[in-house]
Structure formats: C-alpha cells, structure tokens
C-alpha cells in the first residue's frame, strides 16, 4: 500500500513563498511520475506540475515561472517551491504518485493566500 503525505502548507500574504513537501512511502517512488495537483472552493481538481521518474518537468500555465517542483529520489520525497503567490493560488494541494494503472494520492495541504 503506497502512502504520499503532505506537509508545509499555511497562510502567506500576496508575494509571499511557501515550501510544500510530500513523502512517499510504500513504493517505488523512482519509477513513479509524481506531480502537485489543487483544489480551489467550487472548481474542479487541476495539476498544478509534474515530474516524471526521468525528471522532465511540466508547468500549468498559470503558475510558470513561479513555482517549480523537484524530487529527491533517495530521500523518496517530492517538494514543490511556490513563489510570488498570489490570491487565486489558495487551494488545498495534493501530491499524486502515478504508475501504469497504480495511483496514490495525499490528503492534501492547505495553501491560503490573504492579506
């Protein structure tokens, strides 16, 4: 049984940076794709970034330039470093671990952008 778990969430004002962390447990956490996903009040879940097990990168648009996701293999750990944030970035945030047809979620952390 895989486990992801996140942590690092809080509330920041407009600007500020946030460092989300998600460990991975209970798999082959190399030979996963792993990403950041959110969900805002009222909107449908979206990926936010994602790393394959060779380290390619993906961005939503919305938030290229501003954050950037990395993993650490060994330590079996996923990071997503948020940047300039912004009000419409508050969401909950889940961290997914996918493989062929296995897939692992998080509980998710609260990201809460305010002034």
């Known amino acids: 049984q895989g486990q992801l778990v996140e942590s690092g969430g809080g509330l920041v004002q407009p600007g500020g940076s946030l460092r989300l962390s998600c460990a991975a447990s209970?798999?082959?956490?190399?030979?996963?794709?792993v990403g950041w996903y959110r969900q805002a009040p009222g909107k449908q879940r979206e990926l936010v970034a994602s790393i394959t097990s060779g380290g390619a990168t993906n961005y939503a648009d919305l938030v290229k330039g501003r954050f950037t996701i990395s993993r650490d293999n060994a330590k079996r750990m996923l990071y997503l470093q948020l940047n300039s944030l912004e009000p419409e970035d508050t969401a909950v945030y889940y961290c997914?671990?996918?493989?062929?047809?296995?897939?692992?979620w998080g509980q998710g952390t609260q990201v809460t952008v305010s002034s």
């Open positions: 209970g798999f082959t956490f190399s030979s996963f794709a």
């Open positions: 997914r671990g996918a493989r062929m047809a296995i897939d692992y």
